[in-house]
């Protein structure tokens, strides 16, 4: 069973930088597109961004764009996101989420939380001064 796990969350001041990894040990993502969700309290939990199993194609919520960058390392078998110029409405549990197929694809999946079929345990990030 695929399991993935996210890392990288921490505390930073508004104006900051982070970068989240999610990895899944034993496992290749290389069949695996590969999106970030995030989860605020008392709010649902949305799409932030998603990159292809080829990392040929990206896709970002309107709320991060020109300030997050998703990624994908194959020979280390991890996803990055890499959140610059962070702001105190980014605090949320980050999560990263899979949807699989049998071959690689540029397919970017939309941000629908049922679509994707492994998820991670989630790693906090908290942007306050």
């Known amino acids: 069973q695929l399991q993935l796990v996210e890392s990288g969350g921490g505390l930073v001041q508004p104006g900051g930088s982070l970068r989240l990894s999610c990895r899944a040990p034993?496992?290749?993502?290389?069949?695996?597109?590969i999106a970030w969700f995030r989860q605020a309290p008392g709010k649902e939990r949305e799409g932030v961004s998603c990159i292809s199993s080829s990392g040929a194609s990206t896709n970002y919520a309107d709320s991060v764009k020109g300030r997050f960058t998703i990624s994908r390392d194959t020979a280390k078998n991890t996803v990055f996101l890499q959140m610059n110029n962070l702001k105190p409405e980014d605090t949320a549990v980050y999560y990263c989420?899979?949807?699989?197929?049998?071959?690689?694809?540029?397919?970017?999946?939309?941000?629908?939380?049922?679509?994707?079929?492994?998820w991670g345990q989630g790693t906090q990030v908290t942007v306050s001064s």
């Open positions: 034993g496992f290749t993502l290389d069949y695996y597109a």
């Open positions: 989420a899979a949807w699989g197929l049998s071959y690689q694809t540029d397919y970017v999946p939309e941000f629908k939380l049922n679509d994707y079929d492994h």
